[in-house]
């Protein structure tokens, strides 16, 4: 070190700090490095201080100031012709090589073990600088290590490792808890120290956190030895160790070693501290009993294993009995279910289903009833269902027979219209709909009602438990149905959609014919407006009242029957008024607004509006009703007048006559055949005059006038006989005005 301002430029002594008192063994580690230092080096040292001597006694040609000093000593460090490290102080400065040398010069001072913070008293130099330096060290040099902030030489290591060896040798075992306390290390630092150096320093054998002389490991064994000879009950392994202070590891240890080497037959049932230890005469008792009651029984159970002190019930039957077959609370011999094999077998050949119980022994419960079929071999109980309810064994063959007869039941319930028929995919739309509307309290309710999946599985349960009546328990019924429930719910919907197609299949054809009369309908009626057309204004106030109630009501009937969405058999009648507006609530909201016009003007007498609104309502119900051609519907006029003229010929009404007779006489003027009441005749025959010649008017008047008093005249009286006779003569002079012009 060099001073920096008025000290002399004499190195200082590292020895000027004191040391830290050392353990005896490193005074005299340090003793003897002391003797080789006075030996070698002292020769060396007094000749450089007689160069010394010899120096400072010539005199300076030069002499340096002190702040000349400083200034060299900062222009040197500003040219980074040299490195140096200031004190605390800031009247002396080192070199870093100096300042690693120091470290080590005091860790080996200090016994090998120091304190990092320890460092910067004694050296005088800023801590962050010592812990770079020190970090250097480490990396540098393996022998030196750095743990928990000190700074530890393996030489030190090498005597903490003599030390525990010679007092391992003394206690002939240590805890990894005395050595902590004692050497300030951690459990794992210190395993570390002891795991290295064991087998070479350290004479001894490392448990857990324990270490043993051979000879400790040696004398324990040897009183195991005699506690086991004198065992004659299965005694626990922790407490035989708390008793005669033996350590767990070491007599689990000592026991597996014995009985490998067969001195003593000992064995060890369990793990860890709760293992048992059963002396061979106590184990010799157990097999003896438990062969005996097997050989008996043919089974033995848990409860009898538990009673003779069997702990490990697996490894002992697997040891005694390698053939014997497991169930959850027994052991079985196989001789013993083959018996219950055959037993099951000749059961379900008889009756299709066996119960299992009352064939295993006595002690069996339900619980055994699953693993004694598993074990089994028999190739007719591999093929059966179940377990049921833990007892039932039912053939496939009989679990077959039930389907289908339940199948056929179902189909009979369904042509009795007792068979649940929507299907979950109608259900949805209508849930989703619901949803949409926000309608929060029909949801609540459809959510209390019954869905129609359990109405159909209700249904189809108690057609599968009347045929399982007399055929299978009854407890096993629920349980075998678990089997069936998904095929019989298939076959149930398969039956209900092939009703619900063929139900559409006559709804499409129904709805097909309904249009074709609609439209058969509508072309009658366009035959019959043509008259109206061609009347004077108070013959089509009454002819388009009659056509209205005679075909326009039908017309709207069948329109509205084909436009309403109402399901078929919630339709009312639709021969009703009412009935008709239920029907139209009940059709698309672009189409009800015609239809309701239309039902209005069936109670009015104006055709012709009728007809108009009659046009657009077919057109937005999506009815089409072609046009019929001119020629087409004029044939169909003729050959209307010409069944209604041959009506007139063979009638013999008069009144009839007269009405068939107006008909004829309106066509043949008009060219159009009217469709009416008998209260439009006089109508017609008005409208019809331009056909009549003056006599046959008279003709017409009189038996006009004639047919009137007849019709109001009193039933059996004298008058209306007369004028019955009288009418009935001149129908020949009527049929002759209505008959066509002769060719």
């Given at each position: 070190?060099q001073t920096?301002?008025?000290?002399?430029?004499v190195?200082?002594?590292?020895?000027?700090?004191?040391?830290?008192?050392?353990?005896?063994?490193?005074?005299?580690d340090?003793?003897?490095?002391y003797?080789?230092f006075?030996?070698?080096?002292?020769?060396?040292?007094?000749?450089l201080?007689?160069e010394l001597?010899?120096?400072?006694?010539?005199?300076?040609?030069?002499?340096?100031?002190?702040?000349?000093?400083?200034?060299?000593?900062?222009?040197?460090?500003?040219?980074?012709?040299?490195?140096?490290?200031?004190?605390q102080?800031?009247?002396?400065?080192?070199t870093?090589?100096?300042?690693?040398?120091?470290?080590?010069?005091?860790?080996?001072?200090h016994?090998?073990?120091?304190?990092?913070?320890?460092?910067?008293?004694?050296?005088?130099?800023?801590?962050s600088?010592?812990?770079?330096?020190?970090?250097?060290?480490?990396?540098?040099?393996?022998?030196?290590?750095?743990?928990?902030?000190?700074?530890?030489?393996?030489?030190?290591?090498?005597?903490?490792?003599?030390e525990?060896?010679?007092?391992?040798?003394?206690?002939?075992?240590?805890?990894?808890?005395?050595?902590?306390?004692?050497?300030?290390?951690?459990?794992?630092?210190?395993?570390?120290?002891?795991?290295?150096?064991l087998?070479?320093?350290?004479?001894?054998?490392?448990?857990?956190?324990?270490?043993?002389?051979?000879?400790?490991?040696?004398?324990?064994?040897?009183?195991?030895?005699?506690?086991?000879?004198?065992?004659?009950?299965?005694?626990?392994?922790?407490?035989?160790?708390?008793?005669?202070?033996?350590?767990?590891?070491?007599?689990?240890a000592?026991?597996?070693?014995?009985?490998?080497?067969?001195?003593?037959?000992?064995?060890?049932?369990g793990?860890?501290?709760?293992?048992?230890?059963v002396?061979?005469?106590?184990?010799?008792?157990?097999?003896?009993?438990?062969?005996?009651?097997?050989?008996?029984?043919?089974?033995?159970?848990?409860d009898a294993?538990?009673?003779?002190?069997?702990?490990?019930?697996?490894?002992?039957?697997?040891?005694?009995?390698?053939?014997?077959i497991?169930?959850?609370?027994?052991y079985?011999?196989?001789t013993?279910?083959?018996?219950?094999?055959?037993?099951a077998?000749?059961?379900?050949?008889s009756?299709?289903?066996?119960?299992?119980?009352?064939?295993?022994?006595?002690?069996?419960?339900?619980?055994?009833?699953?693993?004694?079929?598993?074990?089994?071999?028999?190739?007719?109980l591999?093929?059966?269902?179940g377990p049921?309810?833990?007892?039932?064994?039912?053939?496939?063959?009989?679990?077959?027979d039930?389907?289908?007869?339940?199948?056929?039941?179902?189909?009979?319930?369904?042509?009795?219209?007792?068979?649940?028929?929507?299907?979950?995919?109608?259900?949805q739309?209508?849930?989703?709909?619901?949803?949409?509307k926000?309608?929060?309290?029909?949801?609540?309710?459809?959510a209390?009602?019954?869905s129609?999946?359990?109405g159909?599985?209700?249904?189809?349960?108690?057609?599968?438990t009347?045929?399982?009546?007399?055929?299978?328990?009854?407890?096993?019924?629920?349980?075998?149905?678990?089997?069936?429930?998904?095929?019989?719910?298939?076959?149930?919907?398969?039956?209900?959609?092939?009703?619900l197609?063929?139900?559409?299949?006559?709804?499409?054809?129904?709805?097909e014919?309904?249009?074709?009369?609609?439209v058969?309908?509508?072309?009658?009626?366009?035959?019959?407006?043509?008259?109206?057309?061609?009347?004077?204004?108070?013959?089509?106030e009454?002819?388009?009242?009659?056509?209205?109630?005679?075909h326009?009501?039908?017309?709207?009937?069948?329109?509205?029957?084909?436009?309403?969405?109402?399901?078929?058999?919630?339709?009312?009648?639709?021969s009703?008024q009412?009935g008709?507006?239920?029907?139209?609530?009940?059709c698309?909201?672009?189409?009800?607004?015609?239809?309701?016009?239309?039902e209005?003007?069936?109670?009015?007498?104006?055709?012709?509006?009728?007809?108009?609104?009659l046009?657009e309502?077919?057109e937005?119900?999506?009815?089409?009703?072609?046009?019929?051609?001119?020629?087409?519907?004029?044939?169909?006029?003729?050959a209307?007048?010409?069944?209604e003229?041959?009506?007139?010929?063979?009638?013999?009404?008069?009144a009839?006559?007269?009405?068939?007779?107006a008909?004829?006489?309106?066509?043949?003027?008009?060219?159009?055949?009217?469709?009416?009441?008998?209260r439009?005749?006089?109508?017609l025959?008005?409208?019809?005059?331009?056909?009549?010649?003056?006599?046959q008017?008279?003709?017409?008047?009189?038996?006009?006038?004639?047919?009137?008093?007849?019709?109001?005249?009193?039933?059996?009286?004298?008058?209306?006989?007369s004028?019955?006779?009288?009418l009935?003569?001149?129908?020949?002079k009527?049929?002759?005005?209505?008959?066509?012009?002769k060719r």
């Amino acid at each position: 070190r060099q001073t920096r301002r008025g000290a002399s430029c004499v190195p200082r002594s590292p020895s000027s700090h004191p040391p830290r008192p050392a353990s005896p063994e490193l005074a005299a580690d340090k003793a003897r490095d002391y003797y080789i230092f006075e030996n070698y080096i002292m020769d060396d040292i007094l000749k450089l201080q007689a160069e010394l001597a010899a120096v400072q006694a010539q005199e300076s040609a030069h002499r340096l100031s002190e702040r000349n000093c400083v200034e060299l000593i900062l222009k040197l460090r500003e040219l980074k012709l040299v490195d140096i490290v200031y004190t605390q102080s800031g009247r002396e400065y080192v070199t870093p090589k100096q300042v690693v040398k120091e470290i080590r010069k005091t860790l080996s001072s200090h016994g090998g073990r120091l304190n990092v913070v320890d460092l910067q008293p004694l050296l005088g130099i800023d801590i962050s600088f010592i812990e770079s330096k020190v970090d250097e060290i480490v990396k540098e040099d393996d022998s030196i290590r750095l743990v928990e902030g000190e700074l530890i030489s393996d030489e030190y290591l090498d005597s903490v490792a003599y030390e525990i060896n010679d007092a391992l040798a003394e206690a002939g075992q240590l805890s990894f808890g005395q050595l902590t306390k004692r050497l300030g290390f951690s459990d794992s630092f210190l395993r570390e120290i002891i795991e290295s150096r064991l087998g070479s320093i350290i004479k001894g054998t490392l448990e857990r956190t324990e270490l043993f002389t051979d000879a400790f490991i040696l004398r324990m064994k040897s009183r195991i030895r005699g506690v086991l000879f004198a065992l004659t009950r299965p005694t626990n392994v922790s407490t035989i160790a708390k008793r005669f202070g033996f350590k767990e590891s070491i007599l689990i240890a000592a026991v597996q070693e014995f009985s490998a080497q067969k001195v003593i037959e000992v064995s060890l049932q369990g793990r860890g501290g709760g293992a048992t230890l059963v002396p061979p005469i106590y184990a010799k008792m157990q097999e003896n009993q438990a062969s005996s009651f097997v050989q008996q029984n043919g089974y033995i159970d848990l409860d009898a294993l538990h009673r003779l002190g069997v702990n490990n019930h697996k490894k002992f039957m697997k040891d005694m009995f390698p053939n014997a077959i497991p169930l959850s609370t027994v052991y079985i011999t196989e001789t013993t279910l083959e018996t219950v094999e055959g037993l099951a077998v000749e059961e379900i050949s008889s009756r299709g289903f066996a119960d299992i119980p009352p064939l295993l022994p006595s002690v069996c419960d339900a619980s055994d009833v699953a693993p004694a079929i598993s074990a089994s071999n028999a190739e007719m109980l591999k093929n059966c269902v179940g377990p049921l309810e833990d007892r039932y064994l039912v053939a496939n063959t009989l679990l077959n027979d039930l389907e289908k007869e339940t199948e056929a039941a179902l189909r009979e319930l369904h042509s009795a219209g007792k068979l649940p028929t929507v299907s979950p995919s109608a259900e949805q739309p209508a849930e989703d709909e619901s949803r949409k509307k926000g309608k929060k309290s029909k949801k609540r309710e459809s959510a209390k009602k019954p869905s129609s999946n359990e109405g159909l599985r209700k249904v189809i349960f108690d057609a599968f438990t009347k045929v399982c009546s007399k055929k299978v328990p009854n407890d096993a019924v629920s349980s075998l149905f678990g089997y069936v429930r998904h095929s019989l719910e298939k076959s149930a919907t398969s039956i209900a959609e092939e009703t619900l197609v063929l139900r559409d299949r006559g709804a499409r054809k129904e709805r097909e014919q309904r249009e074709k009369d609609l439209v058969d309908l509508v072309h009658v009626f366009t035959m019959y407006l043509r008259a109206v057309e061609c009347a004077s204004e108070d013959t089509q106030e009454v002819l388009g009242r009659h056509l209205i109630r005679t075909h326009g009501v039908p017309i709207a009937t069948n329109l509205i029957h084909v436009s309403s969405d109402v399901p078929e058999d919630e339709l009312g009648d639709l021969s009703s008024q009412k009935g008709r507006k239920s029907a139209i609530e009940g059709c698309r909201p672009d189409t009800r607004s015609l239809l309701e016009e239309l039902e209005r003007v069936c109670t009015s007498s104006d055709a012709l509006q009728f007809n108009k609104v009659l046009e657009e309502a077919l057109e937005t119900c999506g009815v089409f009703v072609r046009a019929a051609d001119k020629k087409a519907e004029r044939s169909q006029a003729f050959a209307a007048m010409k069944t209604e003229s041959a009506a007139l010929e063979n009638e013999t009404d008069p009144a009839v006559a007269l009405h068939r007779l107006a008909n004829v006489l309106f066509f043949k003027a008009k060219k159009a055949l009217p469709c009416s009441p008998a209260r439009a005749v006089p109508h017609l025959l008005r409208d019809a005059a331009e056909v009549v010649t003056d006599e046959q008017r008279e003709v017409l008047d009189k038996f006009a006038e004639d047919v009137v008093a007849f019709l109001t005249a009193e039933d059996d009286s004298e008058e209306k006989a007369s004028l019955r006779a009288s009418l009935e003569e001149r129908l020949g002079k009527i049929r002759e005005i209505g008959a066509p012009p002769k060719r």
